[in-house]
């Protein structure tokens, strides 16, 4: 099964485009439940989550929405997070899992994180302290820099039983390129636009994802999603082209498309 949601939920320019004006910011998750099944966690990469603030958020949803969940960025980014604070993000994960609504971790590394021996070293490191505090806790990591797309890195994260992100963003540099791969249990998608004039050039971060997605781009992907449904046993797809909406607009219209029937052919069957 596929699941299509946002990467995150609560941005102040969703109000009018997806939020009724007069919605109150502790009514937007169970108005997102209202419209999608999933949902990427995206405030744990800024601040430790505790079990209290997740345990609210499967109340608000009403159990309707499964939940991924980012890493914080002591863990990813400046990975100097000690081993007690990622046993502390563990714990706070227990409401989303006692109510079967946690779909898996999401470690987000940055364009430094370059494929070499010291980052393979860091990252067996912190899966392995990850399954230290929760032995079966799905793990799926996101890279930024292309030197991570090789069949023998593949094979490194396979054998670690660890899920490899596919992106769609822009086709420059040494960014990813759009793969179609599974390393681990779980199939993981993310949309962040093709702004390419914005990628490294921006006054404020959510310039990067400013970004519309035309129908094209999305049934680029339809057959690629497909083939990571048949190779994962569950499957998530999260736009993060969050600027004024747009990631709800694409996630809506490519769960649309994913839903169409293909039609027989003029004198088919029968």
Known sequence: MIRVGTSGFSYPDWKGPFYPPGLKPAEYLSHYADRFDACELNFTYYRMPDARTLARMVEKSRGRVEFTVKAFQAMTHTRDAPQESIAAFVDALAPLREARVFGCLLLQFPFSFK????????????????????????????????????????????????????????????????????????????????????????????????????????????????????????????????????????????????????????????
């Not at 599974?182 to 636009?193: A, E, K, L």
């Not at 914005?198 to 129908?215: S, T, V």
């Not at 736009?239 to 498309?257: D, M, P, Q, S, W």
């Open 115 to 270: 494929r070499e021996a010291a980052s393979e070293a860091y990252l067996d490191s912190l899966a392995g302290t990850f399954r230290g505090a929760s032995p079966d806790i799905p793990l799926v990591v996101e890279f930024r820099h292309r030197s991570w797309v090789t069949e023998d890195a593949y094979a490194w994260l396979r054998a670690r039983g660890l899920g490899f992100c596919c992106v769609d963003e822009p086709r420059i540099g040494n960014l990813m390129p759009p793969e179609t791969v599974v390393t681990g249990p779980v199939g993981y998608v993310r949309f962040h636009g093709r702004n390419a004039d914005k990628w490294w050039k921006h006054e404020e971060a959510a310039e990067r994802y400013d970004y519309r997605y035309p129908d094209e781009e999305l049934r680029e992907w339809v057959p690629k999603i497909r083939v990571i449904e048949s190779a994962a046993e569950k499957t998530y797809v999260f736009f993060n082209n969050h600027f004024r909406a747009k990631a709800v607009e694409g996630a809506l219209r490519l769960r649309e498309i994913l839903a169409e029937r293909v039609l027989d052919p003029p004198g088919g069957p029968g």
